[in-house]
């Protein structure tokens, strides 16, 4: 993969800060905090329910993680139009708003295995998505000054 392309730069921090967020839902699940781990939603969305099978599991995380390597190349591509300054600040904007924009979306259109959230699914979700725009950030940038370099 050339590392000089943003693309690549951008799906490489996303996947990166996807599994650092992935580790955080999984932690708070496994410790009764959420109810509902990021593999969850993309098992919701995927397959109509939340998966329960090994295989089920295993291709919604990977679905996840291809969704947030995406989410990565928009961070990316987005960076250049706003300047490079203030990278984790960004990074964390940009994720509260797709963490914002994904809890709206499920509750606008009722997706059933989604609602009722409780604050506890809501609040570890919103973490996850910080550590998420942070580790995105900071990632990005690393790539970005090694080329620089």
């Not at 999984?26 to 410790?31: A, P, R, S, Y």
Request: charged share 15%; net charge neutral.
């Amino acid at each position: 993969m050339d590392m000089r392309d943003r693309l690549a730069r951008g799906f490489i921090a996303g996947l990166t800060a996807g599994v650092a967020m992935n580790v955080i839902s999984h932690i708070f699940f496994n410790l009764g905090w959420a109810e509902l781990r990021y593999l969850d939603w993309a098992g919701v969305m995927i397959y109509g329910y939340r998966p329960v099978t090994f295989y089920e599991v295993a291709f919604a995380q990977l679905a996840q993680l291809i969704f947030v390597g995406v989410l990565g190349v928009v961070f990316a591509c987005l960076i250049p139009l706003l300047t490079s300054r203030n990278y984790h600040l960004r990074g964390w904007l940009f994720s509260s708003f797709i963490w914002f924009l994904l809890h709206g979306i499920t509750l606008l259109f009722d997706v059933e295995a989604t609602i009722p959230m409780h604050v506890g699914t809501a609040a570890t979700n919103l973490i996850g998505a910080s550590v998420y725009g942070i580790t995105l950030a900071e990632v990005l940038r690393m790539l970005d000054h090694k080329i620089k370099a």
